[in-house]
């Protein structure tokens, strides 16, 4: 066996043993300020501040610049988002404007036609009947269907209506019903001529279908109209047709039953004006069906300044607002989507054909329009971009108006629609902002680049700085690692100054020789451990190498955990040789304990994976065994002897490594070799540092000397688990006994085990 040892690992921290015999203070280190090795490595310290500096001063910066980019970018957006409302703001409010305009005018157009209109038939009516010596309700307007047609082209409507009702007396009834029922065929045929094909159907088809008596209709039976009050029947009517899900013409029908007319002609009677009744929808109809209902008075006398004159009938029509709205916007302007909300002064109310209500939204898109329902149903997010107007207002006096009923005011407020909002939303915000964060964001991107390159590179050196001080750290102890280091920056520094080469550990001078002083220290407090694994040359002849690798990965891995277990230091391991050393290159105290400590858990965990591995390795695996030897170095002069010391250092050169020299190496492989199988064979010197420890109880003197090459020969021990009485100790000892030890004393005879040769 070499006298030298390489390094494999150095553990510094103080472990722990483990099992009844576990001694925490005979692991122990005492540590030692002066000691080399425990200064820290100053300059990789101040690296790594510095480079946690520069980390967080980049950091910052990126932090900066990306701050930057949001504020810069978020006030790009704001301006230009900024200009796209104000632009949907102007535009909108053109379009409101418009809305209003046409819809206030369009209204007193009809309004001004409407009472025109009466005041015609009012004027003709006098005239003709002054002639016929006759008197209302006993009269037909001529021209019905050309005079009604101009006044339903107002209304905006495809399929629009226009109605004459007359006011029949109780007392008037049969004599009306009958003059009535002469006129229809007349009014049927003329009627037909003017307006052109009524779908086949002549004069005495809608005669046929025409009752001969007024009659009244709630949605149930066609009955006659009570005996009792005024009557409204409708008389004339444009175009001529038969209501959708009514199988009589309207002819005839008192107009009274249905309560928004009713209430209509009661306002109508009592201010000798034109009347207004709410926004209705009819009940069972789509919502499309909606509007308002108009009264205007017919007088028995054109002279719209007598008090006296009195009512005589009525021009009922109803306007669809839907029909309003519709067409507005053409050309450029027929994507345009606005809210209309109608509202008007008087309550909701409600019959067996409609509701009347004083709110209903619409929906203008473009050219057409819908009804979206009762009720305000614009966003309110819009509140402040509302465009309001009046636009029907009949100036009345409501003092004439009867108790409980109401002549409204009706207002029309228009409403910017999200359609609309989304067309004037641009790609503006989007690349103006994108702009401005590219331009910002490639600025980053070029520093963060330039960061990358530089800290690749630098990456790249510490990863093999790192790598290096690996190799370092497996095969150098740290101690000796920091001192290499800080004698290596000497070498270099000194190198560079003259001009020098230098190697792996140090510089040359002229004639070759190293400059520095060698990395070398004695230890005299040490226990060198030899362990071999007996019968395994055999066994690996007859095993594969992967099987042989096997076994010894296992045991030297088993090794290696029990020696960081006890702070044990590794040295090397050759062939199935495992030689390791406790107090060194850190002092430690009980280090002979230790390593007795170390040998003896080796041999029971060497049969431990000997046995779990016989099955998959082969028979006679579980037949090896550990051959362990230990000496010991102490600077403690016993009685009978003195010990020696182990030199440990850095053997420069080609190949450096960690290496121990002298006798003690030797003495240490002649203990393992000159060994038995499954035993710990220890010198003099081991077995007084056990017995100065308290643990006499482990030894077995061995019952013959043995001849030791360059020694003579040497009283040896085994070191033993049987049950042995408590070895006396010195007095100075006995007080240095810890807790700890004094209970490991006490249980330290529990484990069995061989005894004598």
């Not at 702009?435 to 910002?440: G, H, K, P, Q």
């Not at 070029?446 to 590179?457: A, C, E, K, Q, S």
């Not at 790249?460 to 690692?481: C, L, T, W």
Request: aromatic content about 10%; overall charge negative; some cysteine.
């Amino acid at each position: 066996m070499t006298d030298s040892v390489e390094n494999g690992k150095s553990h510094h921290s103080k472990s722990s043993t483990s099992g009844p015999e576990s001694d925490s203070s005979a692991g122990g280190e005492i540590p030692d300020p002066s000691y080399p090795h425990q200064q820290e490595n100053i300059p990789l310290e101040v690296a790594k501040t510095e480079a946690k500096h520069v980390f967080r001063a980049k950091i910052f910066a990126t932090i900066i610049l990306l701050v930057a980019v949001g504020v810069v970018a978020t006030i790009t957006y704001l301006l230009v988002d900024s200009q796209e409302d104000h632009n949907f703001e102007s535009q909108f409010t053109g379009y409101a404007s418009e809305v209003v305009t046409v819809s206030r005018e369009t209204t007193s157009q009809l309004f001004h036609a409407l009472d025109a209109f009466s005041v015609s038939i009012s004027s003709q009516a006098a005239r003709e009947l002054e002639i016929q010596n006759s008197s209302w309700p006993f009269y037909r307007i001529p021209d019905w269907s050309v005079r009604a047609q101009r006044l339903a082209k107002l209304t905006r409507r495809e399929d629009p209506y226009v109605a004459f009702d007359v006011i029949v007396t109780q007392d008037e009834r049969e004599a009306w019903e009958e003059f009535a029922n002469g006129e229809y065929p007349i009014e049927y045929q003329s009627a037909i001529e003017k307006e052109g094909d009524k779908n086949g159907m002549s004069a005495e088809d809608f005669l046929n279908k025409t009752l001969p008596y007024i009659y009244q209709s709630d949605n149930g039976p066609f009955l006659p109209a009570p005996g009792t009050g005024d009557l409204l029947p409708m008389f004339q009517l444009y175009p001529l047709q038969i209501f959708p899900g009514v199988p009589y013409m309207p002819m005839n029908w008192n107009i009274q039953s249905y309560g928004a007319v009713r209430d209509l002609f009661k306002i109508t009677r009592a201010i000798k004006s034109v009347a207004v009744g709410g926004f209705f929808i009819y009940l069972g109809v789509s919502t499309e069906s909606s509007g308002t209902e108009i009264l205007q008075p017919v007088f028995d006398r054109a002279d719209t300044a007598d008090e006296d004159r009195r009512v005589v009938g009525g021009i009922s029509l109803t306007l669809h607002w839907l029909d309003y709205f519709k067409n507005l916007f053409h050309g450029v302007d027929s994507d345009v989507r606005l809210i209309v909300v109608l509202k008007n002064s008087c309550p909701p109310s409600r019959d067996a054909l409609a509701i009347s209500d004083h709110v209903v939204t619409y929906q203008i898109d473009g050219s057409n329009a819908i009804v979206l329902g009762q009720d305000d149903l614009h966003n309110p997010k819009y509140d402040s971009l509302e465009v309001t107007d009046t636009f029907i207002d009949l100036g009345i006096d409501h003092s004439k108006v009867p108790d409980g009923l109401c002549v409204p005011t009706s207002t029309l407020h228009v409403y910017p629609s999200e359609y609309l909002e989304e067309k004037f939303e641009t790609q503006n915000r989007a690349i103006y902002t994108s702009v401005v964060v590219i331009i910002f964001s490639f600025t980053v991107l070029v520093f963060l680049l330039y960061d990358f390159v530089v800290g690749r590179l630098q990456r790249k050196v510490m990863d093999r700085i790192n790598k290096q001080d690996m190799i370092v750290a497996n095969v150098f102890p740290s101690a000796i690692r920091d001192r290499l280091y800080q004698a290596q920056g000497n070498a270099l520094q000194q190198s560079q100054t003259v001009g020098q080469s230098t190697n792996s550990l140090g510089s040359k001078n002229e004639s070759g020789e190293m400059g520095a002083a060698p990395l070398a220290d004695l230890f005299p407090n040490t226990s060198v451990v030899f362990a071999d694994m007996a019968g395994f040359t055999a066994w690996s002849s007859a095993r594969e190498p992967q099987q042989v690798f096997m076994l010894l990965e296992n045991i030297y891995g088993a090794l290696d955990t029990i020696a960081n277990r006890y702070a044990i230091f590794k040295v090397e391991t050759v062939g199935d040789c495992y030689v390791a050393a406790a107090g060194l290159p850190d002092p430690m105290e009980n280090h002979a304990l230790v390593a007795c400590k170390f040998a003896r858990d080796a041999l029971k965990k060497m049969k431990e994976i000997t046995h779990q591995m016989e099955a998959s390795l082969g028979p006679g695996t579980a037949a090896l065994d550990l051959r362990v030897g230990i000496h010991s170095t102490s600077d403690i002069v016993f009685s009978h002897h003195r010990s020696g010391q182990v030199t440990a250092g850095i053997l420069r050169g080609e190949r450096s490594r960690f290496q121990l020299f002298g006798d003690t190496m030797n003495t240490a492989s002649r203990m393992e070799s000159s060994g038995k199988r499954d035993r710990i064979q220890v010198t003099q010197t081991t077995a007084d540092l056990l017995r100065e420890a308290g643990y006499a109880r482990w030894l077995i003197p061995r019952s013959t000397r043995i001849h030791v090459k360059g020694k003579g020969e040497m009283q040896t021990y085994w070191v033993g688990k049987a049950k042995m009485p408590l070895a006396k100790r010195s007095d100075m000892s006995s007080k240095m006994l810890t807790v700890d030890e004094r209970i490991d004393l006490n249980e330290g005879g529990s484990s069995g085990g061989s005894s004598g040769e």
